[in-house]
């Protein structure tokens, strides 16, 4: 299951990369286009991160493994043993695998609200059915 970013980060990131355009173009016009670069180029990078927010999935949660795309490094790919048991009822994803619990890398905050809500319904039908 495909978990998408909520809203307000890309909204952030949009709102915080279009302020700094136009303040890099005001930097252009009160003063000269190099000082205006200057606040231009990176605005443009921190409204990219916001676009990308907007189609790029949170997480990725399958039977065998969790993959978050913005992390790198050995936590990017969380691999889940066959019964393993994951609890989306806190603020933070939960694996439990007999008496060890894991707490992954995604935090509910940062998951569109509906997105989780699937998940976390998702998760407790799947468990309930095992538990049958």
Known sequence: MKVRFAR????LFLGIGLALVLFGIWLSVRYDVGTGLSAIIPSLVVFGFGLA???MPYFTLTNDRLVVPIMRGPKAITALPPRARI???GTRLVMT???SRIVLPVYRGMAHPDDWAALRNSLTQEQGTEAS
């Open 53 to 55: 927010y907007r189609s």
């Open 87 to 89: 609890d989306a009822s």
């Open 8 to 11: 307000w980060l890309s909204s």
């Open 97 to 99: 695998t007999g008496k």
